[in-house]
T-cell receptor, first 114, second 110 residues
């Protein structure tokens, strides 16, 4: 079946603007994750959704970052008042149930804040 | 603080030889480990995983070894092929979030 998809694939924005990134997980996967990868770094965990449970937001770097998920489907990651240090690849992953499982990643959204 | 470390940023190996990629971790609570492969402009692709109850897992040309006492794992690719050239990320988990190393760029030369 289809893998994880993300949109847009690339986004260039000006400092101070808001951006919204979208993730469509693999159908039937209850767990959804957002990570980001800054240049030369490994992936950093941002947020985790599991079914209808309250999300784990412990990885969000500031209150400018928020994410939502509708049931077990699409998720959006919103960055308000973007800063240059927000420039990164934002990766979404999903897995069937969540705990100690392989996570399947989308292609990412490359965000550049000028 | 980096809980998962890949100390070699790059590795070059001749086609047909063995590639050995190394990874160290500091958190003794990690009990599930994975290797991902990443091509430019693509998301990471899962390669192989290992649970802390094992010390070896094999899948075709790929074998992962886990040494819990040394908090060290390695990925062996035998024989290496030019199509294996990519960035390899080690990841570890104590729950659901994955903690990633910075990656090792593998180049397999003909």
């Amino acid at each position: 079946g289809a893998g994880v998809s993300q949109s847009p694939s690339n986004k260039v924005t000006e400092k101070g603007k808001d951006v919204e990134l979208r993730c469509d997980p693999i159908s039937g996967h209850t767990a959804l994750y957002w990570y980001r990868q800054r240049l030369g770094q490994g992936l950093e965990f941002l947020i985790y959704f599991q079914g209808n449970s309250a999300p784990d937001k412990s990885g969000l770097p500031s209150d400018r970052f928020s994410a939502e998920r509708t049931g077990e489907s699409v998720s959006t990651l919103t960055i308000q008042r973007t800063q240059q240090e927000d420039s990164a690849v934002y990766l979404c992953a999903s897995s069937p149930r969540g705990l100690k499982e392989t996570q399947y990643f989308g292609p990412g959204t490359r965000l550049l804040v000028l | 603080d980096q809980q998962v470390k890949q100390n070699s940023p790059s590795l070059s190996v001749q086609e047909g030889r063995i590639s050995i990629l190394n990874c160290d971790y500091t958190n003794s609570m990690f009990d599930y480990f994975l290797w991902y492969k990443k091509y430019p402009a693509e998301g990471p692709t899962f390669l192989i995983s290992i649970s802390s109850i094992k010390d070896k897992n094999e899948d075709g040309r790929f074998t992962v070894f886990l040494n819990k006492s040394a908090k060290h794992l390695s990925l062996h690719i035998v024989p290496s092929q030019p199509g294996d050239s990519a960035v390899y990320f080690c990841a570890a988990s104590a729950g659901y979030a994955l903690n990633f190393g910075k990656g090792t760029s593998l180049l397999v030369t003909p």
